[in-house]
């Protein structure tokens, strides 16, 4: 079964650099979720894209942005990289059901140094 | 949300049951219980989540109590590959869209040869 791909899998940045991390979410999911991971730390969650509009906001830094386009896929954009940017970030989707059905999906993550 | 209380760590020798407890006092009557477990690095992965009825799929069994302010995941023959660190959430199912998980501490389950 096809599952959540994220690139790169692996990012090194120096401070104060750019980077985009990219999600593609499951065929036919319509809901996007963004979650950070530091070291030794429980994921957190940053942000989430609903048939391409952002319907919740976490603990999102104002340097990081993200979209989801057209065919679902999703962005995050991350400027002026300091040390502490460096983390897993996972990107996970769910489809679109409704009632108790919530189940997130995630990805493998991609792991961002920055140094 | 309601906030859940888990033990830090517990060990499971192989092939035998692992129960990991989740403590939810102040759950509310529409809020439910899901379990993820982190295998050490990857991605968060879903394994079961019920409402007030036991619930048991292919990877556990969920065991909630009759006033839903305490549940128990069931891993029946736990194996070296269930050693990771596993999450209770409790949350809203909503058709609102985004609805995230609220994610730790968790319990590290160590499954022991």
């Known amino acids: 079964a096809a599952g959540v791909i994220q690139s790169p899998r692996h990012l090194i940045k120096e401070k104060r650099e750019t980077a985009t991390l990219k999600c593609y979410p499951i065929?036919?999911?319509?809901?996007v979720y963004w979650y950070q991971q530091g070291p030794g730390q429980d994921p957190q969650f940053l942000i989430s894209?609903?048939?391409?509009?952002?319907?919740d906001k976490g603990s999102i830094p104002d340097r990081f942005s993200a979209q989801q386009f057209s065919d679902y896929h999703s962005e995050l954009n991350m400027s002026s990289l300091e040390l502490g940017d460096s983390a897993l970030y996972f990107c996970?989707?769910?489809?679109?059901?409704?009632?108790?059905?919530?189940?997130?999906?995630f990805g493998p993550g991609t792991r961002l140094t920055v140094l | 949300d309601a906030k859940t209380t888990q033990p830090t760590s517990m060990d499971c020798a192989e092939g035998r049951a692992a129960n990991l407890p989740c403590n939810h006092s102040?759950?509310?009557?529409?809020?439910?219980v899901y379990w993820y477990r982190q295998i050490h690095s990857q991605g968060p992965q879903y394994i079961i989540h019920?409402?007030?009825n036991n619930e048991t799929n292919e990877m556990a069994s969920l065991i909630i109590t009759e006033d839903r302010k305490s549940s128990t995941l069931i891993l029946p023959h736990a194996t070296l590959r269930d050693t990771a660190v596993y999450y209770c959430?409790?949350?809203?199912?909503?058709?609102?869209?985004?609805?995230?998980?609220?994610f730790g501490p968790g319990t590290r389950l160590s499954v022991l040869p």
């Open positions: 996970a989707s769910r489809a679109p059901t409704s009632g108790s059905y919530n189940e997130q999906f």
């Open positions: 065929p036919r999911h319509d809901t």
């Open positions: 894209f609903y048939e391409k509009m952002q319907s």
């Open positions: 102040t759950i509310s009557g529409n809020e439910y």
């Open positions: 019920g409402l007030k």
């Open positions: 959430i409790v949350r809203v199912p909503s058709d609102t869209y985004g609805q995230n998980f609220v």
